[in-house]
């Protein structure tokens, strides 16, 4: 069986992608490693303390669990310490959102960005940015951050987040873009309705990512 870990710094994301993953990937044995004080060091952009603690959370799962692959939900890691922890990672490494980043460069111009987490926000468009470059293509980028949405969610209050997460939808959704990017994976179970929402079509990394793990086994 192939095996892959998941590294996580939000328990905003562990659930989502832990049951979407298994239900569409049988094949793969994951496992999900944890440590949600990396989330308070992005949020104070210490980058090295956050590359070191989950460097080592990679290594752990090599050593202990055997797992070949890694990919990291922490949207927030920024893409230049990205490419340093790949470098030195004991395993193939993708962050959950690369992949979205480089279909929805190609699905429009003019992209909407929703993001919750602060410290998302300049690595979304870093991203989406890199990627256009990477692909030849011109993008105009439309972000919105909400940041009491995922305060809302990591206090268990679902409801308030989603009713927020909706209302930045319709927002963006006026706003004229061709396409909307969810930021964040904890905004990944919402895709449906935001697309009916906004009218355009929406791009989230459970779908993306796992593709790409596939791809990369």
Do not use: F, P
């Given at each position: 069986m192939k095996s892959a870990v998941i590294l996580h710094a939000s328990r905003a994301a562990v659930d989502c992608v832990?049951?979407?993953?298994?239900?569409?990937?049988p094949e793969f044995e994951f496992t999900h490693l944890l440590d949600d004080g990396v989330m308070r060091t992005l949020k104070a952009r210490d980058w090295p303390r956050a590359g070191k603690r989950l460097l080592a959370m990679a290594e752990d799962a090599r050593r202990e669990y055997g797992a070949s692959q890694a990919v990291l939900t922490c949207s927030a890691y920024p893409t230049k310490e990205l490419a340093e922890l790949k470098a030195a990672s004991p395993i193939p490494m993708f962050k959950i959102d690369e992949p979205m980043a480089r279909a929805a460069v190609h699905a429009s111009p003019r992209i909407g960005i929703l993001s919750t987490f602060p410290a998302t926000k300049d690595t979304a468009r870093d991203l989406l940015q890199d990627a256009a470059r990477s692909e030849g293509r011109e993008v105009e980028l439309v972000e919105l951050l909400d940041?009491?949405?995922?305060?809302?969610?990591?206090q268990g209050d679902r409801e308030t987040h989603d009713t927020r997460f909706f209302d930045a939808c319709r927002?963006?959704?006026?706003?004229?873009?061709?396409?909307?990017?969810?930021?964040?994976?904890?905004?990944?179970?919402?895709?449906?309705?935001?697309?009916?929402?906004?009218?355009v079509p929406v791009f989230e990394s459970l779908s993306t990512s796992l593709a790409a793990l596939r791809q990369d086994s």
């Open positions: 832990a049951e979407y993953y298994a239900a569409q990937a940041a009491e949405a995922l305060q809302a969610l990591l927002n963006l959704a006026s706003q004229k873009i061709g396409v909307l990017v969810l930021a964040q994976v904890s905004m990944a179970r919402l895709r449906d309705e935001a697309a009916r929402i906004t009218g």
